[in-house]
């Protein structure tokens, strides 16, 4: 298993004015990150129109979902909209997609949309790539899938380009390698082409009550101690060296954090970005 250069990502909602986004665009860039990724939920901005208006204020940085729920547009609808954002920014997005989370199912019902079964979901994420590469022509808009069951993983496999391993926050490091073997398996000839991705929730020692609330109750303690792949803390020197031990084992090089981190590990992402 080649590894891949890395990179990072900041996930940040346009939850403000404006100003305010545009401010966390700039700055995304200023600080070196890859990408400036934005969740999809009807209580914040439409993730596409937040993600038009960040790359219109930045030069380099790119731009990605994070990411569209199958349940909220029809395959073809969300074919649109990211292939709008792939002709406009410049080949600058891509393109996150999944499943969506249970509490979504209000949300589908609110825009006049089945909520359907776990397959049903997988197929319009499937369907919503086919719809993506058609309309894309000699253009190539990214795709990445947040992979967070064996369905999901060897769909992911066979179309996406970029995997988020999507665990628990209690998966093992030996299930999460578990996992990357079974997406590997499953690309076959395309294994070295995928690159895999992971979401950090926390960095350093604390967690913000809504990340604790995300992570079903569990606190920063409690997930260093249970060694935790959604946590990074310790210094500088640590953190690099943890992150190449994540690479070296699991094959993951583009990391993700959250905006409520993004000065904290921003000396993360100046050491290792590119190496």
Not at 122 to 147: F, K, N, W, Y
Not at 192 to 213: C, K, Q, T, Y
């Given at each position: 298993m080649a590894n891949k250069a890395f990179r990072f990502g900041v996930v940040a909602a346009a939850d403000g004015s404006g100003a305010k986004w545009q401010a966390t665009a700039r700055r995304a860039e200023e600080l070196g990150y890859s990408t400036l990724l934005s969740p999809d939920n009807l209580n914040l901005?439409?993730?596409?129109?937040?993600?038009a208006i960040a790359a219109a204020v930045t030069t380099t940085l790119r731009v990605?979902?994070?990411?569209?729920?199958?349940?909220?547009?029809t395959p073809r609808a969300a074919a649109w909209e990211a292939h709008s954002l792939t002709q406009l920014t410049d080949g600058r997005f891509e393109l996150g997609l999944g499943t969506g989370l249970p509490t979504m199912r209000q949300a589908a019902d609110e825009l006049g949309l089945p909520y359907?079964?776990?397959?049903?979901?997988?197929d319009q994420v499937s369907e919503t790539i086919d719809h993506v590469r058609r309309l894309d022509g000699a253009a190539h808009t990214p795709v990445m899938i947040a992979a967070g069951g064996p369905k999901a993983r060897r769909l992911a496999a066979a179309k996406a380009d970029i995997v988020t391993l999507a665990g628990g926050a209690l998966t093992t490091r030996a299930e999460m390698a578990g996992h990357v073997e079974e997406i590997r398996a499953a690309a076959g000839t395309r294994a070295d082409d995928l690159e895999l991705s992971h979401n950090i929730f926390v960095v350093g020692d604390e967690a913000p009550p809504w990340i604790s609330r995300f992570l079903g109750g569990l606190d920063a303690k409690t997930l260093i101690e249970r060694d935790s792949l959604t946590v990074l803390n310790g210094d500088l020197d640590t953190m690099a060296a943890e992150l190449e031990r994540?690479?070296?084992?699991?094959?993951?090089?583009?990391f993700t954090v959250n905006s409520a981190f993004v000065e904290e590990f921003a000396p993360v992402v100046e050491r290792l970005t590119g190496k």
């Amino acid at each position: 298993m080649a590894n891949k250069a890395f990179r990072f990502g900041v996930v940040a909602a346009a939850d403000g004015s404006g100003a305010k986004w545009q401010a966390t665009a700039r700055r995304a860039e200023e600080l070196g990150y890859s990408t400036l990724l934005s969740p999809d939920n009807l209580n914040l901005p439409s993730p596409t129109a937040s993600l038009a208006i960040a790359a219109a204020v930045t030069t380099t940085l790119r731009v990605g979902s994070f990411v569209l729920a199958s349940p909220l547009r029809t395959p073809r609808a969300a074919a649109w909209e990211a292939h709008s954002l792939t002709q406009l920014t410049d080949g600058r997005f891509e393109l996150g997609l999944g499943t969506g989370l249970p509490t979504m199912r209000q949300a589908a019902d609110e825009l006049g949309l089945p909520y359907g079964s776990g397959q049903d979901r997988l197929d319009q994420v499937s369907e919503t790539i086919d719809h993506v590469r058609r309309l894309d022509g000699a253009a190539h808009t990214p795709v990445m899938i947040a992979a967070g069951g064996p369905k999901a993983r060897r769909l992911a496999a066979a179309k996406a380009d970029i995997v988020t391993l999507a665990g628990g926050a209690l998966t093992t490091r030996a299930e999460m390698a578990g996992h990357v073997e079974e997406i590997r398996a499953a690309a076959g000839t395309r294994a070295d082409d995928l690159e895999l991705s992971h979401n950090i929730f926390v960095v350093g020692d604390e967690a913000p009550p809504w990340i604790s609330r995300f992570l079903g109750g569990l606190d920063a303690k409690t997930l260093i101690e249970r060694d935790s792949l959604t946590v990074l803390n310790g210094d500088l020197d640590t953190m690099a060296a943890e992150l190449e031990r994540r690479r070296d084992e699991l094959g993951v090089s583009y990391f993700t954090v959250n905006s409520a981190f993004v000065e904290e590990f921003a000396p993360v992402v100046e050491r290792l970005t590119g190496k």
